[in-house]
């Protein structure tokens, strides 16, 4: 099985990051792992652990693993090595731009041009509000090219009873996007949507 590609960058939303690589891990999916470094800083204020704790559980797993930002060398930057694809979780917008205008200043963002222009899935969770036109445009531009672009938006519908709740659906959604997942959580399934 090729490997799906995690690229964490310095957006709010590093649950969703954790989710989405726990989950992989959990179903034993060979998972790779890039992180910037505000997703290093953003991590550590959110979740109240530095990111290198969760690293240490993460490379416990066989199917896990990590490259640092600027190693331009790692085989994922290369459109030679197999990978199924990549999602960025949380995405910034200056990720975002970057991708747009094919920056690919360091290998989270040269995998992602990877990723475009070998045709693998690329999906964005893009983390800002409110967006003004720039955000836009360049999240049209990352659709356009192919990129799914998923906002972690929460489903009401459901009625979440707290965060968490909101973290599974939204990293559901993220594996349904890559062809992993194909249904809602299974603690969600019995809250039908009303008529």
Not at 32 to 58: H, I, K, P, T, Y
Not at 115 to 139: D, F, G
Not at 158 to 170: A, C, E, S, T, W
């Amino acid at each position: 099985m090729k490997p799906w590609i995690v690229g964490i960058t310095g957006a709010s939303g590093s649950v969703l990051a954790q989710g989405t690589v726990d989950e992989l891990l959990r179903r034993d999916v060979p998972t790779v792992v890039v992180c910037s470094n505000g997703g290093r800083l953003v991590w550590q204020e959110e979740m109240g652990v530095s990111f290198n704790s969760a690293l240490a559980q993460w490379q416990e797993h066989p199917q896990f693993t990590f490259y640092a930002i600027n190693d331009l060398r790692a085989p994922i930057a290369s459109g030679t090595y197999p990978t199924s694809g990549m999602v960025v979780v949380p995405c910034s917008m200056n990720s975002v731009a970057s991708m747009a205008h094919g920056l690919a200043g360091n290998l989270l963002l040269r995998t992602a041009d990877v990723c475009m222009k070998e045709r693998r899935p690329l999906v964005l969770v893009p983390r800002e509000t409110p967006l003004h036109s720039i955000h836009l445009e360049n999240m049209l531009t990352m659709a356009r090219m192919g990129a799914v672009v998923l906002p972690p938006e929460p489903a009401f519908y459901l009625k979440p009873q707290g965060i968490d709740d909101i973290v599974r659906f939204v990293v559901s959604r993220v594996l349904v996007a890559l062809g992993v997942e194909d249904e809602l959580p299974l603690d969600l399934q019995y809250r039908e949507k009303p008529e």
